[in-house]
């Protein structure tokens, strides 16, 4: 076939089953008015609808009869402490005393409380003698059998006196006990645990969805907060209620329950019994895998329950951000994995870091480098102006394809493997992405002179807003995630995010995206011992359901003599099927380059005029937000201060030489506190750098250059 031609449209191939309508076939059977009210009754516990629930409550009865014993033994021993302090309170005269003591006549009530007390000293042994009497005259005629009765009752008393409630005498010990779980036997100790963090009122309480039942190594409860507190607040507060219950908050996840079975205050809780992190790390699955499908999700790690996550990757794009050795370059090899394990993949390795992590990518990458000079950032450049060009054209000839092979505007798995329409799967893979991002060797695009980093971000912005749907994927992993580094027009278009620890929580909303934290994913306190565990933001569906915002994930682990086994097989997978192209194949090539086609394509800001200098402190201010002068509203004037180090009075005089003008406005602060401070809108700021610069070319859709 000409390479230029489409394959011809074949005949429709039709498929049919025989089926034999002879027999008669079974009426569903109607479900009595009894059937259906015993389901939906709230008047019916949920243990007697559901199997599940049955066995559990079964399972809690026999505990509860098997601690009954030493439960019991421990409520009489309360009350007799109880018993005892009522009958030394009583003795004592205290109330008497205390009325006397607050109205000041002691002195004066003195003789009368002493005369009281030896009062109630001889009641109280005049009781002992006659109970000592008459349990010696009804021992010697009626025998032990009226006194065992009597002590059982007496110690019934003395149990119900005991029992553990709120209002009981005796219910203010000097030390509490462990509140660890106790609430799967109890569950006013977890209204008791809402309440203290604040989660719920004094004289609110919860109501139980699904009662507490064995959920991998935890306990799950799903209930529902009283009208007009939202499940959102719960989980934003998640410290909160984890110190309530006596756990660290890495064993607790908190979820709202979306979807037809949820709403805006049903809330979700899984408890672990321990560090669900503390155990080894799993090994990756697909080392027992011959090949994988792209098309699948890649499995990437497990969740605080054990569940297995798989991270989808076509369609999408994925930032991986962390400080140095949290295993952020791990993380990204293992989405790496299961591409390379598709024969039919493309796959670009730019290892920006210049060690050895990505070589034994480079038996499979069409292209492949490891290196951090300009001469690489270069050659990064090239590669996507080569891919930029590649998506264009992949929308070209989609557009002449039938409905039947194309059916919309995207690459399909029949069309990402026929060799014909040349449209495979195309990853694009960029360790230490910060390092092109941060280049300022000058590129010369159609006569203009420019930064290559700046031109970088424009490339990678195009890529991952348009290339998903022709079949690119984009992933990009970074040790230094501030909004200087990385293009906030960038992070906006990467779908899928995964942030291992950072140091603050600004650097996990970077990563995470905006108001994160307050939402309750932090990256920035996971523990420094838990190497591989991030927050993953997925863009698609996973184990813990489509409707989950962010959840805790281990990420598999992955060794690099199992790296290079993978890479080996992935290698061995595109000898057989002749897909073995490129740097793979000995066939490194410098792709062709058109930059007059990708600046119209991507509509380069970069081609302004030449800009002018700013003055201070206008410069210094705009290259401390970066980025965020297009996310953030309003900056504090006690954060320009630290900056520019200057003190209150100058700096407001020469902020209003500039035209600002402070103004005040409410912002969150780590603690999670709401107040007024002064400051300036940074849309003025916007307008004072477009006013002052002579080019459009200094604040553009990727922010403050």
Known sequence: MPENTLPVKAGPVLGAELIDDT??????????????????????????????????????????????????????????????????????????????????????????????????WKVTGAVLAVVAIVTAVVHLVYGADPLWIGGAAVSVTLAVLGRRKDGSPGRKPALAGPRTLTWTMDPQVLVDAYRDAKLIGKDETLRLVERATRIGDGWAVTVDLPATRKAADVVKNREALASALAVDEVQLIVERVRGNGGHAGRVAMWVADEDPYASPPLPTPLLGVTRWDAWRPVPFGRDARDRRIDLPLVWTSLLVGAIPRQGKTFAARLAAAGLILDAWVRLYVADFKAGKDWDAAGQVAHRFMAGDEPEH???????????????????????????????????????????????????????EVQVPLEDRTPVEVQGKKLMAGEYVGELLTWL??????????????????????IPSGLRAVLGSRFALRVMDWRDSNIVLGEQMNTRGFDSSRLLPSHKGVGILRPDGDTAAGADVLAMTVRTYYMPNED?????????????????????????????????????????????????????????????????DLDDRKFVPTAELLELVGLDSRTFAEQMAELGFRPTRDRVTTEEGETRQVRGYLTAEIRSAVERLTSGSSLVDGDGAR
């Open 563 to 627: 790296w290079q086994t993978i890479c080996q097989r992935g290698r061995a997978l595109r000898e057989a099927a002749g897909t073995l192209t490129g740097h793979a194949a000995g066939q490194d090539t410098a792709p062709l380059l058109d930059h007059a086609a990708v600046v119209k394509a991507i509509g380069a800001g970069a081609t302004g005029g030449p800009t002018q200098p700013l003055p201070e402190p206008l410069l210094a201010i705009v290259d401390y937000l970066g980025d």
């Open 464 to 485: 991952a807003k348009k290339g998903p749907a022709a079949g690119i994927v984009l992933v990009l992993a970074t040790q230094r995630p501030d909004s200087k580094t």
């Open 377 to 431: 950032v270069l050659a990064l450049v090239g590669w996507l102006v080569e891919l930029v060009a590649e998506v264009q054209g992949r929308f070209r000839r989609m557009r002449d394809l039938d409905d039947l092979t194309c059916p919309e505007s995207k690459v399909t798995p029949e069309m990402s493997r026929d060799s014909a329409l040349n449209m495979p799967i195309t990853a694009i893979f960029i360790d």
């Open 23 to 120: 027999l008669p076939q079974p009426r569903p059977r109607e479900k009595s008015w009894f059937t259906l009210w015993w389901r939906h009754s709230p008047r019916v516990p949920l243990w007697l609808k559901n199997g599940a629930h049955a066995r559990q409550a079964a399972k809690d009865a026999v505990v509860w009869l098997v601690k009954s014993p030493w439960r019991f033994v421990g409520a009489v021993v309360r009350g007799i402490v109880v018993g005892a302090r009522w009958w030394r309170s009583w003795v004592t005269v205290r109330d008497y005393r205390t009325a006397a003591e607050e109205s000041e006549k002691l002195a004066d009530k003195f003789a009368e409380i002493r005369a009281l007390t030896l009062f109630r």
